[in-house]
């Protein structure tokens, strides 16, 4: 069963259907991915100042190494996750329609992490080059966060007006 924009004053459709709503709000997923998401970015911004520290001094560079390792391995580990979470609640790993444009943003983000790595383990790239890497795969992160930001604000706002809907047909009923 779908939601169609009848019953939401919105140009788009809702993010959930009224099924995916309940089984978003029930899977232990959801709570996994809003403990993962606040703790990648802290170590994200941590590493974020290792990295800056790094380029402007070049003090740091173990520190700043070790930061954008836990930070991509953070990645991972929100990206399984997050997989799961999308099998759950709509069916498909990853690529479902409410979120194909934020996931298709992340393959850039790994892409770029996982660059860095290759670029770590094989010793194929300078510590500057390396850490201007991890700048440019921080940037797509900053960017993929703000994407699944903007989301979440879009569910509550559709959750807000599908609760005016309902409290205004209770009142005509």
């Known amino acids: 069963m779908t939601q169609t924009n009848r019953s939401m004053p919105s140009s788009r459709p ?45 003090d740091g560079y173990m520190a700043a190494t070790v930061s954008i390792i836990i930070k991509t391995i953070f990645l991972y580990v929100i990206m399984v996750t997050g997989a799961i979470w999308e099998k759950v609640v709509f069916g498909q790993y990853l690529l479902a ?9 992340s393959f850039a983000v790994i892409a770029l992490h996982t660059a860095y790595l290759i670029g770590l383990l094989t010793g194929t790239m300078s510590p500057e080059a390396l850490m201007f890497l991890a700048l440019a795969a921080y940037a797509t992160y900053a960017i993929n966060a703000a994407q699944f930001i903007w989301k979440l604000r879009l569910a ?18």
């Open 97 to 105: 329609p409410a979120f194909y444009w934020e996931d298709m943003f």
């Open 14 to 58: 809702p993010l959930y259907t009224p099924e995916q709503r309940i089984i978003r709000d029930r899977t232990v997923w959801t709570t996994v991915q809003g403990v993962l998401a606040p703790l990648q970015f802290l170590a994200f911004a941590v590493s974020l100042v290792l990295v800056v520290r790094y380029l402007m001094s070049g």
């Open 156 to 173: 509550r706002l559709d959750m807000a007006a599908r609760d005016r809907l309902d409290q205004e047909q209770a009142v005509t009923a």
